[in-house]
Each structure stands twice: as structure tokens, then as C-alpha cells.
């Protein structure tokens, strides 16, 4: 009867050297508070800020991958408001001129439209803290002015899944840059849906909107939505529209709260950042940061599938990661005509090899091992492990009752009857007989 | 021996010379200030190891001379505060770029002047620390925001001074205590470490007894600085090299002696005999009449430039000040004064939703027209003469009877101040009755400090107004 319409604002921090604004190290996870600050990102009386090229550059990276048109001027903007963790009363930010307009990232629910890719500085970090007996409230700066990136997106998305599955890819573009860790446990990528919902076969956008700010994972993402879109359905049955607020995702009480209604909406009084001369930038700068750009998920995925004959899922699976897709290739030539690319496909994700350790020949060597082994069929192992266990019913008890050792006693039984068959392949079948007996 | 007296230049000559010791000139500035700071209000603070400071200093260019500076300025050691009770008890934990500079090249930061509070104003009065005087007559106002420094300099209690300007904050105070002083273009000197009023437009620069003492304090503190993105990576050229260029063959633009505020009055009688002189050296001299609108080599009333600079600089102010929210320094906000106060109102009003367009972004499109008139005269013209204000320094208390005071008296800078052209205050007139002075402005085009400083040096060489200007 509804229809969700909910568009989503990312912030994603750049992992950066240093401050979007200064010299200060941009990398603040788990440092001593106020250690990694100066005069500009303390907003210090006199302190004027310098962009950092390189998150310029990256911010314009990411609209490319992301198929935005780079804006040829552009320029920052200040944007005011009273909070202790924002130390000038502004936040440096971009208003109407953002680097990148426009863009997409395709889901299997259909495109999401990409509004805008902008730059700007992160505020710092309040802790409340019992000081001596005293409920205080305590300022770190030592997030003050690091590089954000913000993208926002239109409101393409219709369901709590098909926004989760557009995070997830935006997510591992941004991973694939290298211009993010993007690690939501850090917030290092910050999520806030804009939720609303209208009757189906409606097409205007709906006349309020709620949205849930500051969500750090995708479960999390997909539980406030849902939650918003069962609230607002509940509301608008009774028909009047749900006030148009901001909420906040309650972990503990598994549901959003109200924090912050329209009427209290800020005048953020956005004007040109006088400290910094406007940005201009050239058709061959911008062409020559897309010359950098790496291979992207969807088209590495692509490859792989009419390359290596993989299934969708299995390159899907593959191309997870740069890191993963990286370590496959390789190992796929190491493979050279020994095993296909299938072969190797199915190894890594059966086998799921720590790729920091394994190497790409050690894994070969392995699936080389294993290839010698006897293929014992299903029926054989199952046979033989239901002789074992009914004959080692202590055993069995043992297990049952959490000895874990248990196990490797009976597969080394397993094992004796058929000495040529995969270790891994008797432990599994062998675990699940004991778990169904 | 009144080494106080001595300019930039002499002072630093003596001292290489070995003619005069850093104790003997530090002591009769001290002596000065001892006798006239209680009546003058021009230093909040001393650094008591000044002379050991510039003992050390002989060897560098600026011989390690007492120089004053305007308390916006960035000193650590040295409390800073902007003249604002809000910053009252701020000692800074970094240095202004243009201080480390000084310093560098052998300056002492003989202690910081008095201002306008936050730079608000061109008087001095607004200082929550009590109003300067004017040192030529104590019954009168010294000008403003760099009073204190202009102060300073015409009271002998320095050798030079800096002082910075957002629209007329170096040249105004200059005129009215009778010394010089330049501004230059803006993007010229580094803002990093100065206490921010219109970013847009501030700029810093030097106070002192002659055009040749300005000319070699900028050579010290001017060029490009990493921390501060406004200012240009150009080459600075030396501009005491320029000195002894002359006028000859250079075309000067007479500007708004025709305004009706202005028409026979002392300022505008100083400036049109300025021309004169500047012809009889050799320059053509042209009035270029007041226009109500945009046209050949005419001069846009300067009300739009009042417009345009008050609802700017007012957006800017709110926006700068919103970090003194009371969190971090030592006023609250109940500490900022009733000048600060209506700038930050008007501000963020002007640049709240609904209303930016029509004050904030068309007063951008306007300053874009002056820029455009500016670019046009200076086709024509290699430098623009002017009087600095419409006229004498005003009695003490005149700016409290009106909230546009500030606006009125720089009204003839804002323009070029908007339009970030580097421009000179130098002495072209005295009133032997009040002791009071008029100032000549002389304007260049951007990065033409050059051209400002041949014109200045020229006039003030071939007159009789600025007393020390025949001694270097």
C-alpha cells in the first residue's frame, strides 16, 4: 500500500596523511584525546586553513568512479552552527559547488542516482565522563579537520535491502580507491537515511521526511529503516503524516528516537569560505586523476565471469576485495595449466586461505595435495563414519557433552579406514553426522 | 639624546654604526613611553626584555630595533587580545607569520598597541581597554583599528610599527596622527596569526615616520606563506629600490575630491595641491569625476562601496567571531562589546536563509562592478590619488554618536579595500591651529606597491609635511 522512498548521505573519512585543513595526522582512531591537534583544526583566534590537495584529488577520484561530472570551479563554504566539538562555530564544507554532481552505482534492485560528492572537514569528538565525582562533558579535537567526504544520494531507493545492498557497493568502491578504510567500527563511514514514505503508484516525493542520523553498519542501516518504515506506515493509517525530524539509531532499544524537530532545523548561514581561494581545475587535471583510477568492482566482477568462466556468485565472491581478486589472478597463474581458473575459483572460497600468509603458490601446492587424494564418494565416507560412531559410543557421549578432542579422535578412526581421503572433507561430514545423531 | 625620534632607517644606520648602543635607544624609547602612555593609552603590553632581545639582533637586517605591534597580532609571551575583554588573559601558543618574519630579520616586539576592539572601527574608542589619543592633539581621536600603532609612531614610542587594515584600518589612523602608512595588496602579507575581521580583506601592514621606513619593514614581513592560502606565491619586489624612481611621466587619477562630502573642504583643497605637486615633478595629473554608475575613467560613488563593504564585512565578522562561543577562552560571550555586538547581529542577519541574496550575494556582485571600475582605471592611470579620510581626526567620543561612523570616515578606502588594492597614507597637510593633519592616499593597481611607493616617496620628498622625512 506504501512505498518507501529513501535517499542516503554517506560521510566517509579519507585516510589522508594529514588534515583536510593542516598538518595534523588525519589517521585519530584510539590516540591519546587532544594529542594530534594545532592552531588550525583547534580554531585557534588567526589560524587559516590550507586545503590538502590530495583529499581534492581524491574527493574527484571518487565522483569519476562513481560516474560524476567534475566540476571545472569549485569552491568551499562555511557553514555555521553552535556545537562544543565544532571549534570556529563553522564547519568548513561545500554549499553550492560541490566537486562532483551526478552519477550512479547500479544495484540489482535497479540504479541509484548519485546527487553529490562534496568535501569537507570532520568536527571533533565529545566523550561524557564522570570527573571526580562530577558528570562532565569532554572535547577530543584530535578529529577536528579530518577529511570527509560526503556523498548524497536521490531518493532512488525503495526497501531497507536495496539500500544495504548500495552501501555495501559504495563501501567497496571507496575500499577499492584506497581512499577510505571506510571502517564503519571506527566511523570511518557514517551512514544517515532520509526516510518517507507514499502511497504506491504516487511518483512526487513524499511531503516530510525523517532522518536517521550517524548509523556506523549496515545491519544497523537496515534495521532503522525498517523500523522507520513500519512507524510511518502505522502513522499515515491513521491518516496524518509523520513529523518531519531527525532521529537517532537506539542500538539497546532496537528502535530510532527523536532528537531534533523541524522547528528547530538550523539556518546554517552558508557563505563563500573567505580563507580559501576558489578551486579550478583543468579538463587533462582531471583526466589525468581518472588515468589513476583502479579496475572497479562491477567491471573486475564482469572479467572474471567471461575470463575465468566463473559464476556471477563465485566473482562476485572473488572481487570482494582489490586484495582478493589480486591474490585469485595471481594464483591462477601459478596454477598455469596444471588446474583451471575454475579449479582455482573454488579452492580459495571452499579453502577461504588467510591471503596475508598463504601465498598464491602455496595455495597451488595445496589444492596439488589434495588433488592426489583419493575422491571417496559420499556414500562410502557416511558409511564408515556411521560404522565409527556406533562403535565408539563413549566417544560420541563425550562430544556431546562439549569434548571437542572427541572429534579428532573419531575422524583419526575415519581416517584409518580410508587414508588417502581429504582431512577437511571426513571432519565435515563427520561434524555433521555427530551434530544430527 | 631623543634616539627615540630617530626613523627606522637612521636607528638601524647608528646602531651598525656603533653610534648608538640598543641600551641608549632602548631607554629613550622606554623614557617616552613611561611619559606619555598613562595620558595616551597606546601599549596594553610591554616585553621587559626587549633591549637584552635586540642586543642580539645587531647583525640582521633591522638591527634589532623596537618595533610596535597592534594586539591582533599573534605573540606568544606576549598577551594578546585584540583590545576585546573576550580574549582578556590570552596568551597565544603560536606566532603570526608576519611576527616570526619581523622577528627573523632582527625586529623586537617592543609591546602590542591598542585598537578597536576586534578591529571594529575607526577610532579606537571601541577598545574595551579605554580609547587612544591622538598624540598630535590629546583632545582628539588617533583613528582606527590600528590606532594604537599609528599612535605609537607619531609619539615617538616606537621606531616603527605594524598595524593591519580591512578597510582603512592602517591608512586612516596614519592620516589623522600624522605618520605613514602602507597597505598592501591584499593576499600581500600572511594573515596566519592575526586575529581575524573580514578575512576577505584584511591585511597586514607597516606603520612608521617615512615612505622609506614602510618600504623596508614591507621587504621584511611581505610574501608567500605555506599556512596562509590567501597569499600569492609572486616574487615580493624590494621596494626600497623603488624609492627614487619618481613621477615623471606617470599618470596619476585626481579621485572623489568632487564628492559632494568633500567639495572645499580641507581634505580635498591638501589633495588637489598634491597634485599640483605631483605635476610640477614631472606626472599628468587627471580628475576623474564621482559616476553614479560604471563608466570610462570614472569613479564609482563610493556609497556603493560602503554598502558592499558594510553587509561583507559584517557577514564575515559574524561568522569569525562565532568561535568565541565561551567554551574555550576566557570571556563569554556577555564579554563582547556593543560595537562587536551589532556587527555580529547585522551579520548574521544578512546572512541568514532568505536574506543572503538579497544583501550578502548581490553586495558581491557590486564589489565585483568596483573591481570591474578599478581594472578599468587603472588602463588609464598608474596610480589613483585621494584624501585617506573626508577630513581632520575627530574629537574624542565621536564614534560613539553613530553606529555608521566607522563606514563614513573610510569611505573613501573602502572601495580599494574591496577590491584588494595596496595603497599609502603620507602627511599632505597640517592645521597649525589644532596640530591636526590631513593624509593623501595614493591607490595602486594589484601587486603595484611598487608604483605606490615611487609616487609617495616622490610627493613626500619634494614637501614639508612629514617632519621626519628629511632625516633619512
Known amino acids: 500500500m506504501y512505498e518507501p522512498v529513501i535517499g542516503l548521505e554517506i560521510h566517509v573519512e579519507l585516510k589522508t596523511k594529514s588534515g583536510m585543513f593542516c598538518g595534523c595526522p588525519a589517521d585519530h582512531f584510539a590516540k591519546v584525546p587532544n594529542t594530534g591537534t594545532c592552531p588550525v583544526c583547534l580554531g585557534l583566534p588567526g589560524a587559516t586553513p590550507v586545503p590538502n590537495k590530495k583529499a581534492v584529488e581524491w574527493t574527484i577520484m571518487l565522483g569519476l568512479a562513481l560516474g560524476s561530472t567534475i566540476a571545472e570551479f569549485s569552491k568551499f563554504d562555511r557553514k555555521h552552527y553552535f556545537y562544543p566539538d565544532l571549534p570556529k562555530g563553522y564547519q568548513i564544507s561545500q554549499y553550492d559547488q560541490p566537486l562532483c554532481r551526478g552519477g550512479k552505482i547500479e544495484t540489482s534492485f535497479g540504479p541509484v542516482r548519485i546527487h553529490r560528492v562534496h568535501l569537507e572537514e570532520d568536527t571533533g569528538k565529545l566523550q561524557h565522563a564522570t570527573v571526580n565525582g562530577e558528570k562532565v562533558t569532554l572535547v577530543d579535537f584530535n578529529r577536528s579537520g579530518v577529511p570527509l567526504v560526503e556523498i548524497v544520494t536521490e531518493a532512488d531507493i525503495h526497501s531497507a535491502e536495496a539500500a544495504k545492498e548500495f552501501l555495501k557497493k559504495l563501501h567497496q568502491i571507496v575500499r577499492y580507491l584506497g581512499i577510505s578504510d571506510a571502517d564503519m567500527e571506527k566511523g570511518s563511514m557514517r551512514l544517515e537515511p532520509n526516510i518517507s514514505l507514499r502511497k504506491v503508484g504516487e511518483t512526487g516525493l513524499p511531503a516530510y521526511k525523517v532522518e536517521v542520523k550517524n548509523i556506523n553498519s549496515f545491519r544497523f542501516a537496515e534495521r532503522a529503516i525498517k523500523y522507520e518504515i513500519e512507524r510511518h506506515a502505522r502513522i499515515l493509517d491513521t491518516g496524518v503524516n509523520p513529523a518531519q525530524e531527525t532521529r537517532g539509531w537506539d542500538e539497546a532499544k532496537n528502535a530510532t528516537v527523536s532528537q531534533r524537530t523541524k522547528e528547530e532545523a538550523a539556518d546554517y548561514r552558508y557563505f563563500p569560505e573567505p580563507d580559501i581561494p576558489p578551486m579550478r581545475f583543468t579538463k587533462q587535471y582531471i583526466a589525468a586523476i581518472g588515468s589513476t583510477l583502479p579496475e572497479l568492482p562491477d567491471v573486475k566482477r564482469m572479467r572474471f565471469e567471461k575470463t575465468y568462466g566463473l559464476h556471477t556468485a563465485d566473482a562476485a565472491q572473488l572481487t570482494d576485495t582489490r586484495a582478493l581478486a589480486d591474490y585469485y589472478e595471481e594464483a591462477v597463474k601459478v596454477a598455469g595449466t596444471m588446474f583451471t581458473p575454475k579449479d582455482v575459483a573454488n579452492w580459495i572460497i571452499n579453502k577461504k586461505p588467510d591471503i596475508d600468509t598463504v601465498l598464491p603458490a602455496a595455495l597451488i601446492a595445496s589444492l596439488k595435495d589434495a588433488k592426489a587424494t583419493v575422491a571417496v564418494s559420499a556414500d562410502d565416507l557416511s558409511g564408515i563414519i556411521s560404522t565409527v560412531l556406533a562403535e565408539n559410543a563413549k566417544a560420541v557421549a563425550d562430544y556431546k557433552a562439549g569434548k571437542q578432542q572427541s572429534a579428532m579422535f573419531l575422524m583419526g578412526l575415519v581416517r584409518r579406514k580410508l587414508p588417502k581421503a581429504d582431512t577437511k572433507v571426513i571432519l565435515d561430514a563427520l561434524k555433521k553426522e555427530l551434530d544430527n545423531t | ?472
Open chain 2, 1 to 472: 639624546m631623543n634616539l627615540h625620534r630617530l626613523t627606522l632607517t637612521q636607528a638601524i644606520d647608528k646602531l651598525k654604526k656603533k653610534e648608538i648602543s640598543h641600551a641608549e635607544l632602548y631607554k629613550d624609547v622606554h623614557d617616552a613611553i613611561s611619559e606619555k602612555n598613562t595620558e595616551l593609552n597606546i601599549y596594553l603590553a610591554l616585553d621587559p626584555e626587549a633591549v637584552s632581545k635586540g642586543e642580539k639582533l645587531l647583525n640582521t637586517p633591522l638591527a634589532g630595533v623596537p618595533i610596535a605591534v597592534k594586539d591582533n597580532f599573534l605573540t606568544p609571551g606576549l598577551e594578546t587580545t585584540a583590545s576585546s575583554n573576550v580574549l582578556k588573559g590570552f596568551m597565544p601558543p603560536y606566532e603570526s607569520t608576519v611576527i616570526s618574519r619581523l622577528k627573523k630579520s632582527g625586529g623586537v616586539v617592543v609591546g602590542k598597541t591598542n585598537m578597536d576592539a576586534w578591529a571594529h572601527g575607526s577610532s579606537t574608542e571601541t577598545s574595551d581597554f579605554g580609547p587612544t589619543k591622538n598624540p598630535r592633539n590629546p583632545e582628539y581621536l588617533p583613528g582606527g583599528s590600528s590606532g594604537g600603532s599609528a599612535a605609537a609612531v607619531a609619539a615617538n614610542l616606537c621606531i616603527a610599527a605594524i598595524g593591519s587594515e580591512t578597510a582603512g584600518s592602517i591608512r586612516q589612523p596614519a592620516a589623522w596622527c600624522g605618520v605613514v602608512g602602507l597597505k598592501p595588496t591584499y593576499g600581500r602579507t600572511s594573515r596566519y596569526g592575526v586575529v581575524a575581521m573580514a578575512s576577505s580583506t584584511d591585511t597586514p601592514g607597516p606603520i612608521g615616520k617615512t615612505v622609506r621606513d614602510c618600504a623596508l619593514v614591507f621587504n621584511h614581513i611581505a610574501g608567500h606563506d605555506p599556512y596562509n592560502a590567501s597569499t600569492s606565491t609572486d616574487p615580493v619586489p624590494d621596494l626600497t629600490k623603488q624609492l627614487d624612481g619618481g613621477v615623471k611621466g606617470m599618470k596619476i587619477g585626481l579621485c572623489y575630491v568632487d564628492h559632494h562630502a568633500l567639495r572645499g573642504t580641507p581634505a580635498a583643497d591638501a589633495v588637489i595641491t598634491a597634485g599640483k605637486v605631483f605635476e610640477q615633478l614631472g606626472a599628468v595629473v587627471e580628475p576623474v569625476p564621482v559616476s553614479d554608475e560604471v563608466k570610462p575613467k570614472h569613479m564609482l560613488n563610493p556609497d556603493y562601496a560602503i554598502g558592499v563593504y558594510t553587509v561583507v564585512q559584517r557577514g564575515e565578522v559574524s561568522s569569525n567571531l562565532a568561535r568565541y562561543d565561551g567554551v574555550r577562552y576566557g570571556g563569554d560571550r556577555g564579554a563582547f562589546g556593543d560595537e562587536a555586538k551589532r556587527r555580529i547581529m547585522l551579520g548574521t542577519f544578512t546572512l541568514s536563509h532568505g536574506y543572503a541574496d538579497k544583501y550578502y550575494v548581490r553586495a558581491q556582485q557590486v564589489r565585483s562592478l568596483i573591481i570591474q571600475n578599478f581594472h578599468e582605471l587603472f588602463s588609464h592611470y598608474d596610480v589613483l590619488i585621494s584624501p585617506t579620510s573626508p577630513g581632520f581626526a575627530q574629537k574624542l567620543g565621536a564614534s560613539t554618536q553613530s553606529p555608521m561612523y566607522g563606514e563614513l570616515e573610510d569611505m573613501l578606502l573602502e572601495a580599494s579595500s574591496v577590491s584588494g588594492l595596496p595603497g599609502i597614507n603620507v602627511p599632505c597637510f597640517r592645521d597649525p591651529a589644532t596640530n591636526l593633519y590631513i593624509g593623501l592616499n595614493i591607490m595602486g593597481n594589484l601587486w603595484q606597491e611598487a608604483k605606490v611607493i615611487r609616487a609617495a616617496h616622490a610627493y613626500e620628498q619634494a614637501t614639508d609635511w612629514n617632519e621626519w622625512a628629511k632625516k633619512s
